[in-house]
């Protein structure tokens, strides 16, 4: 990833304090031994009957068989000075928009970041500005590779995340069969927020 | 990056995209490989050049991947130039 910068400072929430992190490609030992192994291995007898879906998303797989692609990139967020992973996203470069499929995007297929950060346990733990910049390199990523930034994902339909979207300028495009919204990052709203974060 | 300033206390941040549909199609894929495996300069152009088939170089009997790191690197910022990519801060 030497193309794109990789240094993150994230808010530990436990003290308050800024920590820094670094977007790493995931490999697959890291996914298997810092996510798989992990993530959701403290939590299981705490959290409800249903678990959320990625409770067994296979991240030691999805890694392995992003290694070395062209086309589809597996990174995570490490906390410097450790192992520790908080964040994870596969994405693909060269997907279609949704509102007009000739122009090309990157698409955020999927992100995840562990149960401590998304309020699933009742802790002041976790860190905040994980999936916010996981998001910000897929649309960094779009840019250097001429697509101006466009990013398209499938939005969980809640509607404090949805406004962050609209706040970074996505714009809803549709809704699937599964309540998902599809959404878009056009490239003037893009770029504004690169620069709104130092990037460009 | 300071991710966390322009992201306030109000705001809750993706912290899922995706489903396990996704997950099991991927699986099954098969994403064709990168063409100079461990050259992330090289192939960033391949894909630029991929990407954007209006712009053409004519490497005249070189190959990419046999270039030095400057050369790659003064290729990609006229690459950038014609296609008016602005150079990344903090890389």
Known sequence: MALLPDKVSLLDVSSGRNVSAKIIELTPGLARTHIDRIWWHDFDARLPEKFPEDRNWPWAMLAARAEGSQDFICIGMNIVGTKEICGAMLYQTGAASFFNPTDLANEVMLLATPPTSRGLVPANLGYRGVGSALLLQATAHSYIRGLGGRVVLRAISKERTIQFYRNRGFDSHSTESDGKIRMELRPESAQSWLQKEGLV | ?91
């Open chain 2, 1 to 91: 990056m300071k991710t966390h300033l322009t992201l306030s206390k109000q705001e809750q941040e993706p912290y899922l995209i995706g489903d396990s549909k996704v997950v099991e199609q991927f699986l099954k894929s098969s994403p064709r490989k990168s063409p100079f495996p461990g050259d992330v300069l090289a192939n960033h152009i391949h894909l630029l050049l991929e990407l954007h088939p209006a712009v053409t170089l004519k490497f005249r009997g070189v190959k990419l991947a046999d270039l030095d790191t400057q050369t790659k690197q003064s290729l990609l910022d006229d690459i950038n130039a014609v296609l008016g990519i602005r150079p990344m801060k903090g890389r």
